[in-house]
């Protein structure tokens, strides 16, 4: 088990080293030369010139690449040529946001899509999976800024329940907080709700099938038994998987719906600071994104090594 | 008869089975009746567009759904909603399906070689592919548009660039299945050439899940350009396209409220017709998945 | 004739599986007593309808399957039961025992809490009891080291030792009847006996009653009392085990046996021997032998009415116009 956890530890640590190979290149593309890219001054040629000596821009790519990565290791990315704070501190500000509206979304898909999954498992083609099933497909074919858009308007300008856009911060104000979040987290959450909602379904209905599920109903379970415990324990797995492929969706729909909702995380600074040709800003929340994707999925295939005994534990006999 | 007709003429009677059951839903039914319906729309926009979809009308700026000629009214600039409409399908399409294609079409041969090969091939190619995967499509559209402007040329190039690993990982999985099988091998012991058992033998019987994986991906392809137009990093004004409608329609929620609805009645619809579609192909293909 | 009412009683059982190319009779007509304490075998080849049947008993059968007729518990009809009251028979007077002991256990819950499972939903045990409980019955089933072994998974097991789990989860409220369905197929012939003999230990000690499904004649021969004999869903002869293997009446039997039938010497183990063809399928009761398209005596008059059955001895029946006739020496 432990060996299986080092080989996974340390494929990501290699993946996590080419990507930021690829940024550093990436950032050597950016029009005009990185070093106008960092400092946004003007293009007096002397003024470059400096500042390419500064940074190291003029010496070789390998050494520079490796100073390089010695200072995003540190956590040294820069500072900010538009709001002059250090790239760094504008992370960890915006950072917990981010987090907070992700966790609010995967609780609401966990939450709406695995019960909706389990009981239209429960008797497939009967009337709570049709209406399920449709509102899963509803869910994933949906937009999830438009669907932004229409709660805001609904919720917004026409009843005046929810406020539209903004954020308050969770410390002082909870209850404010959670008026803020709670729109952008169902917009966020439904989406994966609904791929959550299927997957659930489908694998339910596959342990229905099988022959422990036969002995446990020969045990004289009841159905809530038999299906909320046997079938589901086993499906547990696939869900878990299928929510880990879906954090991809997440961190892509943070952008967007943060976007929509005014809310001031990760995602919005990324949008801002393509607009605004912020690349240090940039750079910092590439590779920022880059860890934090290769990371979860880390702990995702750690946590489905968990549930699966079969992996946990190592089998003794035959 | 040797195995390789075997596999031939069974792969044959699968097709047309799975020919009968595509047809037998209703619901996939309507997914294609949709889909060829917007892909009609955006062929004829041309024709069936009353109005001009670029063309400013400062007299008639907002107007609601009905007005003045204008079945689903007209946005801030006085343009009519639904001729607008009919020519973004044009993106939407162009940018879901093409990437998709494009992605697939570079994803197959290298999925074949990683699952072929196998050894150091397959590792380099899957640590690539883990590199590809660290960046959100998003991320990668974003950092594209940083460095080479926002154009629908980036989106189609962001997108079809985040289909590659996917297929990559349904293609090698679904060669290291065959390669075991025993046409396969007999073709090992005649010394036929490597490449020919990769592509003439090997590849249809990959076909069906990268088609199924592709049925996935159509939808969320188009989604996702949706979004990246929305963000302003695909398409630019004045080019009709659905996603900038809805970033437009943001300002006049409260005015125009329409503005923000028809358009993502379209992407909706659109995406669901290929979603249903989707599903239906899926089942046909491979009853048993269900 | 035996005078103690039956424990479980089945008449007149059908069951049919609806399908647009033609329905299935899978088992028609079948009429089944166990009396108490009985070790029942109830033998045929694959497709016969015997695992069908043990399915039935306790509402188990795929959903797809219509069963008509009667099965009496102790008097109780149990077929249209209520589910509830059905579950509270499942487990508690009647429980089974599957035949793959690898996919019968779910792979995610420890054994023990498999086991556990069984007394805490009947006998409303807390869950310390209901483990010591299950340790204590993994004692008698003979899996050693019981108390490191309940908090193992399926998979850490031998087939052998699973199979004793799904037999301790059969008789943890011990049950009147225990239903084996080919107990012993997936194992090595030495964990074959002494699977067989910790069925008998347990008929000797709970005084449950026992139907073992078998196709395998050795495992008849090992424990049985009283067999019966299906054939593509019908029951062909029925007798007690050492008259059905001394002389078989019918001809199918016979070619289970695949001896003469004339002489036998009990205590020989009967191999089962091929008989060429294979099982019919029939959409209703047919208007002839079943057997007939396959046995080596058929004549004319087996092709023109369903063979009615008849009494051949003490507890013994066949059904069969053209029975092996008797030698005695």
């Not at chain 1, 540190?74 to 950072?95: A, C, E, I, K, Y």
């Not at chain 1, 932004?148 to 919720?155: A, N, S, T, V």
């Not at chain 1, 026409?158 to 539209?164: D, I, M, T």
């Not at chain 3, 004549?299 to 013994?316: I, K, L, S, V």
């Amino acid at each position: 088990m432990t060996r299986l956890v080092l080989y996974r530890v340390g494929s990501a640590l290699i993946t996590l080293l080419l990507a930021s190979i690829v940024v550093f290149l990436a950032v050597r593309a950016l029009p005009g030369g990185p070093a106008e890219a960092l400092s946004a001054e003007s293009n007096d040629p002397a003024v470059l010139k400096a500042i390419n000596h500064k940074y190291g821009f003029d010496q070789p790519l390998v050494p520079q690449y490796f100073r390089w990565l010695g200072q995003a290791v540190t956590g040294n990315f820069g500072t900010s040529p538009n709001s002059g704070l250090s790239v760094s501190s504008t992370l960890l500000n915006d950072l917990p946001v981010t987090l907070e509206l992700a966790v609010l979304a995967l609780l609401v898909a966990v939450v709406i899509g695995i019960p909706a999954g389990v009981l239209s498992a429960r008797r497939p083609g009967g009337a709570l999976d049709s209406v399920g099933s449709t509102g899963a497909l509803a869910g994933l074919s949906i937009p999830h800024f438009w669907f932004g858009i229409l709660l805001i308007l609904g919720l917004s300008v026409e009843l005046k329940w929810l406020p539209a856009a903004g954020f308050v911060p969770i410390v002082p104000d909870p209850l404010g907080n959670l008026e803020h979040m709670l729109m952008p987290a169902v917009v966020l959450g439904t989406g994966i709700a609904a791929v959550v909602m299927r997957q659930t379904r489908s694998s339910v209905i596959t342990a229905m099938s099988s022959d422990y599920v036969r002995t446990a109903r020969a045990k004289g379970l009841s159905e809530w038994d038999v299906i909320g415990h046997h079938a589901l324990r086993n499906s547990l797995i696939t869900v878990v998987t299928v929510i880990g492929l879906q954090l991809g969706a997440l961190i892509g729909g943070v952008v967007t719906v943060e976007q929509v909702f005014g809310i001031p995380g990760v995602g919005k600074l990324t949008l801002d600071s393509v607009y605004d040709r912020d690349y240090p800003t940039l750079q910092g929340v590439v590779l920022l994104t880059a860890l934090g994707y290769v990371v979860t999925n880390l702990i995702v295939d750690l946590v489905y090594s968990v549930l699966n005994p079969r992996i946990r534990v190592a089998g003794g006999a035959q | 008869m040797n195995a390789l007709a075997v596999a031939d003429s069974g792969r044959a009677l699968a097709r047309r089975k799975a020919r009968r059951r595509l047809t037998a839903r209703p619901l996939s039914v309507i997914g294609l009746v949709g889909v060829v319906v917007v892909v009609l729309v955006a062929l004829l926009a041309n024709w069936i567009s009353p109005h001009d979809p670029t063309l400013p009308n400062f007299g008639q700026v907002l107007a609601p759904p009905g007005a003045g000629g204008h079945l689903l009214g007209t946005d801030q600039l006085g343009r009519d909603v639904l001729s607008r409409l009919f020519y973004g399908s044009r993106t939407t399409l162009v940018a879901g399906v093409l990437a998709t294609v494009l992605g697939t079409l570079v994803a197959v041969p290298i999925g074949l070689v990683a699952g072929y090969f196998r050894g150091w091939t397959d590792v380099v190619i899957s640590r690539l592919v883990d590199v590809v995967l660290a960046f959100p499509f998003l991320i990668f559209a974003v950092g594209l548009a940083a460095i080479l402007g926002p154009s629908l040329r980036n989106v189609v190039l962001a997108l079809g660039v985040a289909q590659i690993p996917g297929v990559i990982r349904v293609v090698r999985g679904e060669v290291f299945a065959q390669r075991e099988l025993e046409y396969v091998q007999a073709e090992v012991v005649n010394g036929t050439p490597t490449r020919t058992i990769m592509f003439r033998h090997i590849l249809p019987n990959v076909l069906n899940p990268v088609v199924v994986q592709t049925s996935l991906a159509v939808p969320a392809t188009i989604v996702g350009a949706a979004i990246l137009s929305f963000l302003g990093l695909g398409v630019q004004p004045p080019t009709a396209d659905w996603g900038t409608m809805l970033s437009d329609a943001e300002n006049y929620l409260g005015q125009a409220p329409w503005l923000g609805v028809f358009p993502g009645v379209a992407i909706f619809l659109t995406t669901l017709c290929f979603n249903l579609f989707g599903d239906g192909l899926r089942d046909a293909l491979d009853p048993t998945a269900r | 004739m035996s005078e103690t009412p039956p424990l479980l009683s089945i008449t007149d059982l059908h069951v049919r599986f609806p399908s647009p190319e033609g329905d299935v009779l899978a088992v028609g007509g079948l009429d089944l007593e166990i009396r108490p304490g009985e070790m029942l075998a109830l033998v045929g080849e694959s497709g016969c309808g015997k695992s069908l049947t043990a399915l039935s008993i306790l509402g188990l059968q795929p959903p797809t399957a219509r069963v008509s007729g009667s099965i009496r518990l102790s008097g109780q009809e149990l077929i249209g039961l209520p589910p509830k009251q059905l579950r509270d028979i499942r487990g508690k007077d009647v429980a089974m025992v599957f035949q793959e002991p690898m996919s019968s256990l779910n792979p995610a819950f420890t054994v023990g809490r498999q086991v556990d499972e069984v007394t805490r939903r009947h006998e409303q045990l807390s869950r310390r009891a209901a483990r010591e409980r299950s340790i204590e019955l993994l004692d008698l089933v003979g899996v050693p080291e019981p108390a490191r072994r309940a908090g193992e998974y399926p998979h850490q097991l031998s087939g052998g030792m699973r199979q004793r789990v799904m037999i301790a989860m059969a008789i943890a409220c011990s049950p009147k009847l225990i239903i084996a369905d080919e107990p012993t197929t997936a194992l090595d012939a030495t964990i074959q006996a002494q699977v067989l003999a910790l069925f008998e230990k347990l008929r000797a000690d709970f005084g449950s009653a026992v139907l073992v499904i078998t196709h395998d004649l050795g495992v008849v021969a090992e424990i049985a009392e009283r067999v019966v004999v299906m054939y593509a869903g019908y029951k062909v002869e029925q007798a007690p085990v050492h008259p059905l293997f001394a002389h078989p009446r019918h001809p199918y039997t016979a070619g289970l046996l695949g001896a003469v039938p004339m002489l036998g010497a009990i205590g020989e183990t009967a191999v089962l021997t091929e008989i060429p063809g294979t099982v019919p399928v029939f959409a209703d009761v047919p208007e002839h032998c079943p057997f007939v398209s396959r046995c080596a005596r058929a004549q004319p008059d087996c092709h023109e009415a369903f063979p009615a059955r008849h009494a051949t001895g003490p507890d013994a029946e066949v059904a069969c116009v053209h029975e092996l006739e008797v030698v005695s020496s």
